[in-house]
């Protein structure tokens, strides 16, 4: 497999530095590996903390700035942050109104974020933390206990921090958060396998007309293999899964998150968008909001996932405010 790296070992050091040289409004500390906004920490803001393994890009690095997250912190491919990196992006921003930590339900994450939050509270910091398991295609897999975080992580990161930035407290802003979650679901569609630089091969093997339905964002199992389909059948497929855990009508109005993997071109996506929207049309739910595009990936995986999140006027109001980031940005 052809990668654009220099050596395996250091590709997230050296994605770290380009971060950097590309976004100077960041403060990027490739030694203790995090990612913070060149304010930070403002006296009297909640800080919003958030990470994971390396390999989905633009989460969560791309989504440090103003109106989301104060500080990021990658771990290596597909491994979760150690505490410590997580304790330092938390000190960076604590500003005296305490932390959310926003953490994707997989075991690694949730022990090191735990320990960091332990570690924050030892010496002094409130530390508040949102769990994100959105995905409805399987209950326990190999990484975690329940249901995984995927793409809703998007959602409540960019609430939670709106929020903060418009001053919210602690218990509001992990509140917000939480609300975000409880009314997301989420469900991928892989086409592909993705390779991990490190192995330099795929991480599962699918027949060149095969599929995989309920992929988790690391290449964990899904629901069922399958042969490939018209992205029609697909969409249908994906809603289906969503509106069977999470019933939506027409007093639902609905952000809709078309999401890439990786590996798949953004008219592919507009293609599964125009299939969503449709679908969603017969069924009688209406899109008040939308977005598609690379979002949370895995590394060069071919395929999609679909979140939907059950919008109410405080979702909405905190979706639409201004938000600037490196991936995300609109109102400024």
Same mark, same amino acid.
Not at 256 to 266: D, S, Y
């Given at each position: 497999m052809k990668k654009l790296i220099n050596d395996p070992a250091g590709v997230v050091r050296d994605a770290l530095g380009g971060i950097a040289a590309a976004h100077p409004q960041l403060r990027v500390d490739t030694e203790q590996r995090i990612v913070v906004r060149a304010d930070a920490p403002r006296p009297g803001k909640?800080?919003?903390? =958030?990470? %994971?393994?390396?390999?989905?890009?633009?989460?969560?690095? #791309?989504?440090?700035?103003?109106?989301?997250?104060?500080?990021?912190?990658?771990?290596?491919?597909?491994?979760?942050p150690v505490p410590d990196q997580v304790l330092a992006a938390t000190k960076a921003v604590e500003g005296g109104a305490g932390v959310v930590h926003v953490v994707k339900n997989y075991t690694g994450d949730v022990l090191n974020f735990q320990m960091a939050a332990e570690l924050a509270h030892d010496e002094g910091a409130k530390v508040e933390s949102v769990l994100v398991d959105d995905d409805v295609a399987v209950q326990d897999s190999l990484y975690t206990a329940g249901r995984r975080g995927t793409g809703a992580t998007v959602v409540v990161e960019k609430v939670a921090g709106a929020l903060a930035e418009s001053g919210g407290g602690i218990g509001q802003v992990a509140g917000v958060g939480?609300?975000?979650?409880?009314?997301?679901? =989420?469900? %991928?569609?892989?086409?592909?396998?993705?390779?991990?630089? #490190?192995a330099g091969t795929p991480t599962f093997e699918l027949g060149e007309d095969e599929i995989e339905l309920g992929i988790g964002i690391h290449g964990e199992p899904g629901r069922q293999r399958r042969k490939i389909a018209p992205a029609?059948?697909?969409?249908?497929?994906?809603?289906a899964a969503i509106l069977e855990d999470m019933p939506l009508d027409r007093d639902d109005p609905a952000?809709?998150?078309?999401?890439?993997?990786?590996?798949?071109?953004?008219?592919?996506?507009?293609?599964v968008m125009n299939d969503v929207a449709r679908v969603l049309g017969e069924r009688g739910v209406p899109i008040a909001?939308?977005?598609?595009?690379?979002y949370v990936t895995s590394l060069d995986m071919a395929g999609f996932s679909l979140t939907l999140t059950r919008l109410d006027e405080e979702l909405l109001r905190l979706w639409d405010a201004p938000v600037r980031t490196p991936a995300l940005r609109w109102g400024m």
């Open positions: 909640v800080g919003v903390v =958030s990470g %994971g393994g390396s390999g989905h890009e633009p989460l969560h690095g #791309a989504f440090v700035g103003i109106g989301m997250l104060d500080a990021a912190c990658p771990g290596e491919v597909f491994t979760s939480r609300k975000a979650n409880e009314r997301s679901r =989420s469900f %991928g569609i892989a086409l592909t396998a993705c390779t991990t630089p #490190a029609g059948e697909l969409a249908e497929l994906a809603v952000l809709v998150v078309v999401n890439g993997m990786g590996g798949t071109p953004l008219v592919e996506l507009y293609v909001r939308s977005l598609v595009g690379n």
